[in-house]
């Protein structure tokens, strides 16, 4: 489901899965009561002249989805920040519901690049979840 306004989006929990909403300019991200994930998005340039008005240019952020086909369920989210007109950084993190991961499997933090190619490698494929 999607809505503009969060308070509008949370009356959908318990109906659907997942509900998108706007409006804050904040990200928000919250596992309602009845069972559904609110995603509340930061802003995407709707802000308008917040981007120079300020001394600092106003951040831009977006999030990439992904889906399963099957069940249609949230599977996964990265979430995009760049640093605002003018600047050049950029961060994007990936962020897994909690419901996708096993509990008694351990979670190992997702090494960083190098610039230099690891000499080990792990023959062990993972699994997805039923």
Known sequence: AVAHDPNTARE??????????????RRINE?????TRLKVEGSTGGGGLRAVQNEKPEKVHAS?????????????WDEITLGGLG?????VSRHLPEENLKK??????????SSTPSATRSAARPTPSP
């Not at 008694?104 to 690049?113: E, R």
Request: proline share 11%.
């Open 12 to 25: 959908t929990d318990g109906t659907v899965p997942l509900v998108l909403s706007g409006h804050l300019h």
């Open 31 to 35: 596992q309602l009561k009845l069972g």
């Open 64 to 76: 990439v989805l992904y889906m399963d086909r099957s069940t249609r369920r949230l599977q996964a």
């Open 87 to 91: 600047l050049t950084t950029a961060e």
């Open 104 to 113: 008694d499997a351990p979670v190992s933090p997702t090494p960083s690049p």
